[in-house]
T-cell receptor
Framework: GENVEQHPSTLSVQEGDSAVIKCTYS??????FPWYKQELGKRPQLIID?????GEKKDQRIAVTLNKTAKHFSLHITETQPEDSAVYFC????????????FGKGTMLLVSP | EADIYQTPRYLVIGTGKKITLECSQT?????MYWYQQDPGMELHLIHY???????EKGDLSSESTVSRIRTEHFPLTLESARPSHTSQYLC????????????FGNGTRLTVT
């Protein structure tokens, strides 16, 4: 089955700095990679996703990059703000109606004013 | 508004009690999931369903059971709660199409004393 490793487990940055969270996956057939943000006491919510036919996707201050050869993908947050403080999860799955998402263990991001 | 609803939001019960955590969605999704989230953040898949009368066990062994009699309803039952069942339980749903993101409920925080 799929195995997703996520690093770092915690990340502290100053407001305005950039933050990068990295994930690796083991199943070369995986082709869908979503990222979720979970604020304290709230539900995980999808913030961005990427499919294997593209190498990069941006949405305002967040971007995700994918390297299929190396089997890793990363989340980039620029100009961080205190409201970016949350736990971020990466996930991976293959193109099958019977597959389920495999999540990384999460990264706690703390943005200090 | 289409959403996924979990009740109760918080539950404190004594050891040995039978409990059912409710999950309903008005998203029109075929797939539904139960995740257990420990204090260390990690999300563990314990049950999932592809549709009515379909249920599967997830990656993490669980003493709970689920049923899927109606598309919109996916309750989770613990026949005899124990302190080791204390955790946050998150329900999620997704469309049946490939590479679709999960939509999570707000969760039930269960404490077994």
């Amino acid at each position: 089955g799929e195995n997703v490793e996520q690093h770092p487990s915690t990340l502290s940055v100053q407001e305005g700095d950039s933050a990068v969270i990295k994930c690796t996956y083991s199943d070369s057939a995986s082709n869908y990679f979503p990222w979720y943000k979970q604020e304290l006491g709230k539900r995980p919510q999808l913030i961005i996703d990427i499919r294997s036919n593209v190498g990069e996707k941006k949405d305002q201050r967040i971007a995700v990059t994918l390297n299929k050869t190396a089997k890793h993908f990363s989340l980039h947050i620029t100009e961080t703000q205190p409201e970016d403080s949350a736990v971020y999860f990466c996930a991976a799955t293959r193109n099958s109606g019977y597959s389920t998402l495999t999540f990384g263990k999460g990264t706690m991001l703390l943005v200090s004013p | 508004e289409a959403d996924i609803y979990q009740t109760p939001r918080y539950l404190v019960i004594g050891t040995g009690k039978k409990i059912t955590l409710e999950c309903s969605q008005t998203m029109g999704h075929d797939k539904m999931y139960w995740y257990q989230q420990d204090p260390g953040m990690e999300l563990h898949l314990i049950h999932y369903s592809y549709g009515v009368n379909s249920t599967e066990k997830g990656d993490l062994s669980s003493e709970s059971t689920v049923s899927r009699i109606r598309t919109e309803h996916f309750p989770l039952t613990l026949e005899s709660a124990r302190p080791s069942h204390t955790s946050q339980y998150l329900c999620a749903s997704s469309p049946s199409s490939y590479n679709s993101p999960l939509h999570f409920g707000n969760g039930t925080r269960l404490t077994v004393t």
